[in-house]
């Protein structure tokens, strides 16, 4: 059944992977990206099939249409998200709130990407889910990791 997914950093390279296969699968696809790290041109191959809003999820997200959320906004590599430490936590965490907010409003699903950085250093490998993890909160990275 096609879906109308709004994918939010689907400029990115995994959001925009992600905005293929939904296209491919059949899905109406909107992308939030206020390309911070994202850029237009990885959607090239698809620009015409994809409704682009340029927004920043730190914000409120606008009203939109869509059946289900894929969340990946977030500056992801240390050069990205170390540039603005504070802005990056920002949309981690206030990014997430504003799109789980925005889903719940409407009650549809949302998907939040994350990542094994919330972990920070790991003692333990592979991580389980019970473990709690080795985050150095006032690290280089600790911006990144406590926002995940």
Not at 39 to 56: P, T
Not at 111 to 137: K, R
Request: a negative charge.
């Amino acid at each position: 059944m096609s879906k109308r997914l709004l994918i939010t950093g689907g400029a990115g390279f995994i959001g925009a992977n992600a905005v293929r296969r939904a296209l491919a699968d059949g899905h109406q696809v909107t992308v939030i990206d206020n390309l911070f790290t994202g850029f237009l041109r990885n959607l090239d191959a698809v620009r015409d099939q994809v409704a682009f809003v340029e927004h920043d999820v730190v914000e409120p997200l606008p009203e939109l249409d869509c059946d289900a959320v894929m969340h990946l906004a977030c500056p992801a590599s240390p050069p990205h998200y170390q540039r603005d430490p504070v802005y990056t936590w920002e949309t981690a965490v206030l990014g997430t709130r504003n799109v789980v907010r925005f889903a719940a409003e409407r009650g549809i699903p949302v998907l939040i990407a994350s990542t094994s950085e919330i972990y920070g250093d790991p003692a333990v490998t592979p991580q389980p889910e019970t473990y709690w993890g080795n985050v150095n909160p006032i690290g280089e990275r600790s911006c990144y990791d406590e926002g995940k």
